[in-house]
């Protein structure tokens, strides 16, 4: 317990020298903060790379169930294939795409 108003300021104005020292310990420093600006950017540059190079690997696969289709199209005009196959052609090619898109 305190006796004047005196003490009581005295108290204070030490316990905020005490949270403005110990506030001063959380901010890190500049080496600390660049190395996590480093980490980060190399993160997002690794993560984004992984990306483009799986959407470029999806194109392609999707790009080449597109052309499958048109070569039994092709086929079923020609009657090289009959109604029946071209639909199971068209059904599994149709699968793949749903899932391609699906990941874009």
């Given at each position: 317990?305190?006796?004047?108003?005196?003490?009581?300021?005295?108290?204070?104005?030490?316990?905020?020298?005490?949270?403005?020292?110990?506030?001063?310990?959380?901010?890190?420093?500049?080496?600390?903060?660049?190395?996590?600006?480093?980490?980060?950017?190399?993160?997002?540059?690794?993560?984004t790379a992984?990306?483009?190079?799986?959407?470029?690997?999806?194109a392609k696969?999707?790009?080449?169930?597109?052309?499958?289709?048109?070569?039994?199209?092709?086929?079923?005009?020609?009657?090289?294939?009959?109604?029946?196959?071209?639909?199971?052609?068209?059904?599994?090619?149709?699968?793949?795409?749903?899932?391609?898109?699906?990941?874009?």
């Amino acid at each position: 317990m305190t006796n004047s108003k005196g003490e009581r300021l005295h108290q204070v104005h030490i316990d905020a020298k005490m949270l403005r020292f110990e506030l001063k310990l959380l901010v890190p420093n500049h080496k600390i903060t660049e190395l996590f600006r480093m980490v980060i950017l190399d993160t997002y540059a690794t993560d984004t790379a992984e990306n483009k190079e799986r959407k470029t690997v999806l194109a392609k696969e999707l790009t080449e169930e597109s052309n499958k289709l048109v070569r039994a199209r092709e086929l079923l005009l020609m009657g090289d294939i009959d109604g029946r196959d071209f639909k199971e052609i068209k059904s599994v090619c149709g699968k793949q795409k749903k899932m391609g898109k699906k990941i874009f």
